[in-house]
């Protein structure tokens, strides 16, 4: 049982601990709390239980980690059952996935429900961070703790939602400096829920007035973006048709404080915001933007290759390099990303395609069915396309001088150097800058 004297010191369960989770416990016990985190991976258990993290490009977690782990406030296991039944609170941050038919899978957070139900002992908080749709935390996971363990919701244990909202490369900084949101079931679930994060993180709170307000906070912040981004790459490719620069116009627009346009680009992938929207569509938001957005995003790949086949004609047989499979810049993180969508279209029009990114190994570029090709490789020099999805720091100088045959550079990030390109008789095009060959 949680009291207020005993806040600081309380026991903590952290159920998956993977990027998000093992941060959020390392931050936890470096703030006096005994973590017992929780993974059903045992590699991941086992090193954790070393005192070292298994996330790469987390800047100050590999610290954080080996600190608590010293201090003895960071322990982890595979059985998460034990690890609930020493603890006071409990945050669950195992992921809610989302299947090839954008169905909702629960496979993972079921089986952690399940396991926290049969550990769980009498004046728990358990709190979700995990993005889901707005309603479960009550209504599947808390009516299921419920059922497994005899433990009446809201008067034997208690229960909270806070979404986690932090950006990969910087979540220790963001923890600290986004506001946490937290909505509890009842009063005492949110006064636990509010001060347990308080003390655990020191950021500023905002307090909802219940648990399906958070949930919806948080897959609302996800459809924002997804729309806006959509909207810039829908002005994007008008503003091709009229021989408009898009960068130009967003600087211009964004002067003015109501217009905040976002950038255009190849196309939108990771795990939330090609993913989050459907928490809606699938849970009766009706036809609309949300959809509509996704639609669009999703086409972008096939715009960027309308594009290139416009200027070179058929791209069969034309060796085509992808830069980047990761869905963004600097992260290890391949779901979802537009290389994917690239590669099946241009496989299917029988090109022969190259994927080079330097976040992963050679064997890891394979798995995801594509040809590495590292740029210190002579065969750069056969390249016909190069195809710029995610402009990781090792880019920033990146020179097309070996690229002796390349005929066109898209740059689908809008990062590359054009004059540099375009003088080395490479045509150079991007997304929203450029009037399409037919226009000219
Ligand atoms: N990564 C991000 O940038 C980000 C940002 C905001 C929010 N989130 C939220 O955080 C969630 C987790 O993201 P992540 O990046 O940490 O995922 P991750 O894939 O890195 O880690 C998930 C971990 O959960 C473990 N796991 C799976 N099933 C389990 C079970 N039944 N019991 C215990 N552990 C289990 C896995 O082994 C893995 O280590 C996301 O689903 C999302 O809702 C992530």
């Given at each position: 049982?949680?009291?207020?004297?005993q806040?600081?010191?309380?026991n903590?369960?952290?159920?998956?601990?993977?990027?998000?989770?093992?941060?959020?416990?390392?931050?936890?016990?470096?703030?006096n709390?005994?973590?017992?985190g929780?993974?059903?991976?045992?590699?991941?258990?086992?090193?954790?239980?070393?005192?070292?993290?298994?996330?790469?490009?987390?800047p100050?977690?590999?610290?954080?980690?080996l600190?608590?782990?010293?201090?003895?406030?960071?322990?982890?296991?595979?059985?998460?059952?034990?690890?609930?039944?020493?603890?006071?609170i409990?945050?669950v941050?195992?992921?809610?996935?989302?299947?090839?038919?954008?169905?909702?899978?629960?496979?993972?957070?079921?089986?952690?429900?399940?396991?926290?139900?049969?550990g769980?002992?009498?004046?728990?908080?358990?709190i979700?961070?995990?993005?889901?749709?707005?309603?479960?935390?009550?209504?599947r996971?808390?009516?299921?703790?419920?059922?497994?363990?005899?433990?009446?919701?809201g008067?034997?244990?208690?229960?909270?939602?806070?979404?986690?909202?932090?950006?990969?490369?910087?979540?220790?900084?963001?923890?600290?400096k986004?506001?946490k949101?937290?909505?509890?079931?009842?009063?005492?679930?949110?006064?636990?829920?509010?001060?347990?994060?308080?003390?655990?993180?020191?950021?500023?709170?905002?307090?909802?007035?219940?648990?399906?307000?958070?949930?919806?906070?948080?897959?609302?912040e996800?459809?924002?973006?997804?729309?806006?981004?959509?909207?810039?790459?829908?002005?994007?490719?008008?503003?091709?048709?009229?021989?408009?620069?898009?960068?130009?116009?967003?600087?211009?627009?964004n002067?003015?404080?109501?217009?905040?346009?976002?950038t255009?680009?190849?196309?939108?992938?990771?795990?939330?915001?090609p993913?989050?929207?459907?928490?809606?569509?699938?849970?009766g938001?009706?036809?609309?933007?949300?959809?509509l957005?996704?639609?669009?995003?999703?086409?972008?790949a096939?715009y960027?290759?309308a594009k290139?086949?416009?200027?070179?004609g058929?791209?069969?047989?034309?060796?085509?390099?992808i830069?980047?499979l990761?869905?963004?810049?600097?992260?290890?993180?391949?779901?979802?990303?537009?290389?994917?969508?690239?590669?099946?279209?241009?496989?299917?029009?029988?090109?022969?395609?190259?994927?080079?990114d330097?976040?992963?190994?050679n064997?890891?570029?394979?798995?995801y069915?594509?040809?590495?090709?590292?740029?210190?490789?002579?065969?750069?020099?056969?390249?016909?396309?190069?195809?710029?999805q995610?402009?990781?720091?090792?880019?920033?100088?990146?020179?097309?001088?070996?690229?002796?045959?390349?005929?066109l550079v898209?740059d689908?990030?809008?990062?590359?150097?054009?004059?540099?390109?375009?003088?080395?008789?490479?045509?150079?095009?991007?997304?929203?800058?450029?009037?399409?060959?037919?226009?000219l």
């Amino acid at each position: 049982m949680i009291t207020n004297q005993q806040e600081a010191l309380a026991n903590v369960a952290v159920i998956g601990l993977g990027k998000i989770g093992l941060t959020i416990a390392a931050v936890f016990a470096n703030n006096n709390y005994n973590v017992y985190g929780s993974d059903i991976n045992k590699d991941v258990v086992a090193t954790i239980n070393q005192g070292k993290s298994h996330i790469v490009n987390e800047p100050g977690l590999d610290k954080l980690v080996l600190t608590a782990h010293k201090s003895k406030n960071l322990s982890a296991t595979t059985v998460t059952a034990e690890a609930v039944t020493k603890s006071d609170i409990v945050v669950v941050i195992v992921p809610v996935l989302i299947d090839n038919q954008y169905n909702v899978d629960y496979q993972l957070i079921d089986a952690a429900v399940k396991d926290i139900a049969s550990g769980i002992k009498k004046g728990t908080l358990v709190i979700f961070e995990t993005t889901i749709p707005p309603g479960d935390t009550q209504h599947r996971f808390g009516k299921k703790i419920e059922e497994l363990s005899g433990l009446r919701l809201g008067e034997d244990f208690y229960l909270a939602y806070s979404p986690e909202r932090v950006y990969s490369n910087r979540i220790i900084e963001d923890l600290k400096k986004y506001p946490k949101v937290v909505g509890g079931v009842n009063e005492k679930s949110l006064e636990l829920a509010v001060k347990f994060y308080k003390n655990a993180l020191h950021c500023e709170l905002i307090e909802v007035s219940s648990i399906e307000t958070a949930e919806f906070s948080k897959i609302a912040e996800c459809v924002y973006r997804d729309v806006n981004i959509a909207l810039a790459n829908e002005l994007a490719q008008f503003a091709e048709t009229k021989g408009v620069n898009m960068s130009e116009v967003i600087v211009a627009s964004n002067s003015q404080p109501y217009s905040h346009l976002h950038t255009p680009g190849i196309g939108v992938g990771g795990h939330c915001i090609p993913i989050y929207p459907y928490f809606f569509i699938n849970k009766g938001l009706k036809q609309g933007m949300t959809r509509l957005a996704r639609t669009i995003n999703d086409r972008m790949a096939n715009y960027a290759i309308a594009k290139i086949e416009k200027e070179l004609g058929s791209l069969t047989d034309k060796n085509i390099l992808i830069l980047g499979l990761s869905y963004r810049e600097n992260v290890k993180e391949p779901t979802k990303s537009t290389t994917l969508l690239l590669m099946d279209q241009l496989t299917n029009m029988r090109s022969n395609v190259f994927v080079n990114d330097p976040l992963f190994t050679n064997e890891e570029i394979k798995s995801y069915g594509a040809s590495p090709l590292s740029l210190q490789d002579k065969f750069v020099s056969e390249i016909d396309v190069v195809i710029l999805q995610a402009f990781h720091d090792a880019y920033t100088d990146l020179s097309f001088e070996e690229f002796k045959n390349c005929m066109l550079v898209l740059d689908g990030r809008n990062k590359l150097n054009k004059n540099e390109i375009s003088s080395l008789g490479i045509t150079y095009r991007s997304i929203g800058n450029e009037k399409p060959k037919e226009e000219l």
